[in-house]
Structure formats: C-alpha cells, structure tokens
C-alpha cells in the first residue's frame, strides 16, 4: 500500500481529489498524512476538554452517564 493509499484510508477524502494536487512523491503523501493526523488528534482532545468544561455543571460522579446520554 502506497502512502497515497494510508492517505485516502486516513482522511477519507477520495483518491481523485488527492491527486488533484498534483505530482506529489511519497514523502509529500506522508507529510500530509502525518500533518491530518495530528490535526485530527488535536481536535479529538480539544472536543473532549470542551465537552468536559461543558459538564462542569453536573457532579463528577455524573459526567460519565451524561456523556453517555448525550453523545451516544
């Protein structure tokens, strides 16, 4: 599997649009991929910090089931 194809897999955005970017080596698909992952990584932790800041209201002991309630 070509990075590319870790690149499609990854970010779900199809092929045809990625080669849209043009001549690109595989270390420029790794870059981007790399770079989509941690974008992806960072907006993950910061809609758990804001969900969590959210929930301040309700006691701790509470916050997993309302989470739960909420988000399921």
Request: hydrophobic share 40%.
């Amino acid at each position: 599997m070509g990075e590319i194809d870790r690149l499609v897999e990854v970010s779900r955005v199809p092929r045809s649009d990625i080669e849209a970017l043009g001549e690109l080596d595989d270390s420029h698909y790794t870059v981007l991929r790399t770079a989509f992952e941690g974008a992806r990584d960072r907006r993950e932790q910061e809609l758990n910090a804001a969900i969590e800041n959210g929930l301040t209201w309700v006691p701790r002991l509470l916050r997993p089931v309302m989470r739960r309630i909420l988000f399921s």
